[in-house]
């Protein structure tokens, strides 16, 4: 079932960032993420092709870039038309751009049967150089760890190093104040080539935490040692990211309320990516309705935002026809 006929529903989760293991690139491979997909907020558009391209909905100008660098790539000659129907907030630690190029990346893929994978889709639309925690959420979601990028070439996506479904009753409380949005894109690139990469010791010591305190606990469903490996490593980043965040969190609003978090019973907490998005977790649906009840008033004080409660998305991107 092709062309004119078939129209695409495509969902996709979207991620919190615990970070990146390892910019130094001593052992032949920089980067390295930690990472995990939730179900909310999320992407929801339709696809179908058409005479021409039209997109209604949030971030037109974005989807329509994605369509024709496409369009160019492979080849199309017919346009499609796009509904976004529920879209992730842009810049805020979601990962939002990368969810919406590979959801149009392989929408068009099916509607025009190209025999794409995410990986070629990464490549042509330059995601996945700095971290593989979108491309593989998009694939598989759940709890991910990737390997990092060879120093030779960092055009392809990372390869994936652990994969787990994360526990379904632990539960994220998601804060977004309403504050500047964080970097991404370009703005992303010239970050990082501001910093000095970091200690050896810290590599060592965010490395030793990933390895033998953050993925055992997934494994054994301990959510202590979980929330305090998250922690730690929030605050390890936190520190190295200070020059050019111009403190450990992108804004100082984001540390008040993380640290409100850990105060109010929360088993970690932390700023996902560049924020302003900052999580808790949470065991079990109960305790996460605390958090969110007093964050609610909380980040309200003095300011603005809103805050909601997710679990993880274990399933990953669904893509299904509709006649």
Not at 154 to 160: E, F, G, H, I
Not at 168 to 180: A, G, Q, S
Not at 198 to 215: G, K, Y
Request: glycine share 12%.
């Amino acid at each position: 079932m092709e062309g004119f006929n078939m129209k695409l529903r495509i969902s996709t989760p979207s991620r919190l960032h615990f970070g990146i293991i390892d910019m130094r690139g001593d052992l032949g491979r920089i980067h390295g993420s930690i990472g995990v997909s939730i179900k909310k907020p999320r992407l929801v558009l339709d696809i179908k092709e058409s005479k021409t391209t039209t997109i209604k909905g949030a971030r037109t100008n974005r989807a329509q870039e994605i369509i024709e660098t496409l369009g160019e790539a492979y080849d199309i000659r017919t346009g499609v038309e796009i509904t976004i129907h529920e879209d992730i907030p842009e810049h805020s630690g979601f990962g939002s751009g990368t969810q919406l190029s590979y959801a149009l990346g392989m929408g068009v893929n099916k509607l025009f049967n190209l025999g794409l994978t995410v990986e070629n889709i990464a490549v042509r639309l330059e995601r996945s150089r700095i971290s593989g925690i979108g491309a593989y959420g998009f694939q598989k979601g759940g709890f991910i760890v990737d390997g990092g990028h060879d120093v030779r070439d960092r055009d392809k996506v990372p390869p994936l190093i652990y994969h787990q479904d994360f526990p379904e009753d632990w539960k994220f409380v998601i804060c977004l104040p309403k504050i500047h949005k964080g970097f991404s894109g370009e703005q992303e690139q010239k970050a990082f080539k501001k910093l000095e990469p970091p200690p050896a010791e810290t590599v060592t010591s965010v490395s030793h935490i990933v390895l033998l305190q953050m993925i055992p606990s997934i494994i054994e469903k301990d959510i202590e040692v979980f929330g305090e490996s998250m922690t730690s490593l929030d605050t390890m980043f936190g520190d190295y990211w200070k020059k050019i965040q111009g403190g450990t969190y992108t804004h100082p609003r984001i540390g008040e309320c993380v640290n409100h978090l850990l105060e109010c019973g929360a088993y970690g907490a932390g700023q996902s990516s560049w924020g302003p998005a900052l999580y808790g977790l949470a065991d079990g649906a109960k305790h996460a309705r605390v958090l969110e009840e007093e964050m609610n008033r909380f980040i309200n004080l003095g300011g603005e935002g809103y805050v909601f409660v997710t679990s993880a998305d274990n399933t990953g991107a669904v893509i299904e026809e509709e006649i």
